[in-house]
């Protein structure tokens, strides 16, 4: 279940290239783009794998996060990138350098290819997971950010792991000092957890946990965003200059892990009892700049998880 969104059309005849374009966020990315009127490729490791965003009507190009120069190739007359490539998991505990690789130097190929090939507007997906977390307080974007030293234990594990964490960090950081260096007109969205109706991490440890007669779930608040929210944020940065040269926290709304499985399993007509372990700590990030700037409304979690329960029907 999609919903409607008013966007300015700025975008219309644009062609913008999406990196990790088969990916869970990168479907809606790609989808969000081609509603706003724009010419979207996507760049993807394997064309097989990205038939579904063609049969969209995205056009598919080869470029691998590891190979600058393949990267070059496919944004070549590209009027922007949005850089989305990276390495998220969950359940798994590749080590740092794997992340480093991905995320911190792969990100940094991202920058210097579209440079390279003459597109100067980059859209950056970063990640909350930049800051050093603190509980009963609302983050906002110019918050400490996550140093190695501190994220082994710090409180940024309650939304991801440090190694993820700790290369986002450097990724992003390594990202604005090349946009001063290349002249690349740049701006970064920091999304929260991740969900939607694709999703095979969170939102499906959400739906295996309903697959009992019981499900425990605590009632901390957490931000949870969806994929498709993010996406009008990355349309609404390109939309609108003003957000060059500036982060926006797009986290969603501080939702506990209670209220998500109750969302999720009243819009699956799921007949397993949720109940709640009362947990009295909470973690909210303000995403009130994307909403003043970039025509960002992040949706509830009764709301979205609507959406998950539409596409898994389909």
């Known amino acids: 279940m999609r919903r409607a969104y008013a966007a300015r059309m700025k975008l219309a005849g644009q062609d913008i290239a999406v990196t990790g374009a088969t990916g ?21 490791r394997s064309p097989t ?7 969209l009507g995205v056009r598919l190009e080869v470029g691998e ?9 496919a944004f070549r007359g590209a009027d922007a990138v949005v850089a989305n490539a990276a390495l998220s998991v969950r359940g798994q505990d590749p080590p740092l350098r794997a992340y480093e690789e991905a995320n911190v130097e792969g990100c940094a190929r991202q920058l210097r290819a579209a440079s390279r090939a003459g597109v100067r507007r980059v859209i950056l997906v970063s990640s909350i997971a930049v800051y050093r977390v603190r509980l009963w307080t609302k983050i906002a974007e110019d918050h400490e950010q996550v140093r190695e030293q501190v994220a082994r234990w710090g ?19 390594r990202a604005w000092e090349l946009a001063e260096e290349l002249g690349l007109e740049l701006t970064a969205l920091r999304p929260g957890p991740i969900y939607g109706g694709r999703d095979h991490k969170l939102t499906a440890e959400y739906r295996a946990r309903l697959g009992g007669s019981v499900a425990l779930a605590p009632t901390m608040g957490l931000p949870h965003v969806h994929a498709a929210d993010v996406a009008v944020a990355c349309g609404g940065a390109l939309d609108d200059p003003i957000s060059v040269g500036r982060a926006y926290n797009v986290a969603g709304p501080r939702t506990s892990p209670f209220e998500a499985l109750t969302a999720l399993g009243a819009a699956l007509g799921s007949s397993c009892r949720v109940l709640p372990i009362p947990v009295p700590l909470w973690v909210e990030f303000d995403d ?9 409304r992040p949706r509830s979690v009764v709301e979205g998880m609507l959406e998950v329960a539409s596409v898994v029907a389909a």
């Open 49 to 55: 794998k990205g038939a579904w965003l063609a049969g």
């Open 24 to 44: 869970f966020l990168g479907g809606y990315l790609c989808e969000e783009l081609l509603a706003r009127g724009a010419a979207v490729r996507g760049v993807v």
């Open 288 to 296: 009130s700049a994307a909403t003043r700037d970039l025509g960002y």
């Open 155 to 173: 409180l940024s594990r309650l939304t991801t792991n440090w190694k993820y964490s700790v290369s986002k960090q450097r990724g992003e950081a």
């Open 65 to 73: 996060l590891g190979d600058e120069d393949s990267l070059v190739e």
